[in-house]
């Protein structure tokens, strides 16, 4: 059973005979009993009069995926069994994190009806997000006490990565489409592979003309190539500790899952196969021979549950892991956050070799509210803060140049610029003929 507001009311109204007593020489003591013995025994007769919660049958309808920030149509349905019409205050007992919108809501359910709830969700953070059952309170008529009862009735969600960065999407594509699709090229080189055929045009490059096929056709035949496919993009992501740090509204993990997103759609397209590894001391989340649409959805489901964790990674591991993705030359991207010497040394001591055949990108999510404290110095607390954040920017340069002499390539963007820079610098990369 449970009391309601009105209970401490109507306790609280037992001053008025209280007064009365006093002033007709009543004993005050005997009042206030006989009062409290009234307001039990109304308690009672309200719990006797509720309708039992537990002669309700409750259903569930929750979709199975969402995308943070995205609102969520949640419904609970309830059923009265009883045969008395039920005025029941239900609570679904999702997290916090799932973002409810009122917490308890009013229904009455004539006998033998049924009756739906509308309970919306916001969620605000990515992973599975369970409520485990929906309790149910029954009031009496009076409306000062009641029945409640629990009902199990689980009720689970995924909620997958924003993927905000899909904004930059179309404009990549359309310079893909530049590169490799609606024209080919002429001219062969490092990178290319051939094409199709075509006929001879008046200005197109003469050593670019097919004789064998000319000589089949009858008439002059025009070799064109195309930047290569069936590449391979591995994309590993840090979720060790430098990973939770938050810059922005989100943490650096959540930054680079935006940033393989945007670059596992764009490699999608582009024909390559594009192989994910979320690693700390262990492998959190894998996708690998994924190709076309299902890609992008697989990605996303791997990639919810996956938080960063308070452990050093370990690289080593992490490197060894990548070549038991693939051993075909490749595009390794590194989305981690490398930005002092002491915590990079494990880094960049693993760090694999370079080659003509193989290139290493690394991306690193950086803080815009750094290079601003660099510009602050009215007083002594913020020379000491603007001193503190030019030896942080230093450091990672550092890092960066060391990244460099290893053979690999490193970018440094916030947030929202790092995405597109990593796409960019890919499209570069086919362009070049090295990827």
Known sequence: MFVTGRLALAVAVGIVPLVLAGLADFPPYAALGIWVLLCVLLIVVDVLLAPSPRSVAVTRRVPTRTRIGEQVPVSVALQNQGPRTLHALIRDAWQPTAGAGEARQRLSVPPGERRRVSIPLLPRRRGELASEFVMIRSLGPLGLAGRQARHLVRGTIRVLPAFSSRKHLPSRLARLRELDGNTSIQVRGQGTEFDSLREYVRGDDVRSIDWRATARAGTTMLRT?????????????????????????GTRVDAALEASLLLAALAARAGDHVHLLM???????????????????????????VHARLVDTDWPGAFAAVRTLTTRPSLIVVLTAQDAAESARGFLGAFPDASRSTSILVGSVTDDGI????????????????????????????????VRRAGGEAIAADPESLPPRVADRYLELKAAGRL
């Open 225 to 249: 190539w195309r930047p290569e496919r069936d590449r391979h993009v591995v994309i590993i992501i840090d979720t060790g500790r430098t990973a939770a740090a938050r810059v922005g509204d």
């Open 279 to 305: 690693y700390d001391r262990v492998v959190r989340a894998r996708v690998t021979g994924v190709e076309g649409t299902a890609l992008l959805p697989a990605l996303t489901d791997a990639m919810a549950p």
């Open 371 to 402: 290079a601003d404290l660099t510009t602050r110095r009215g007083s002594r607390e913020e020379i000491y803060l603007a001193a503190a954040a030019e030896r942080t920017m230093r450091d990672a340069e550092n890092v960066a140049d060391a």
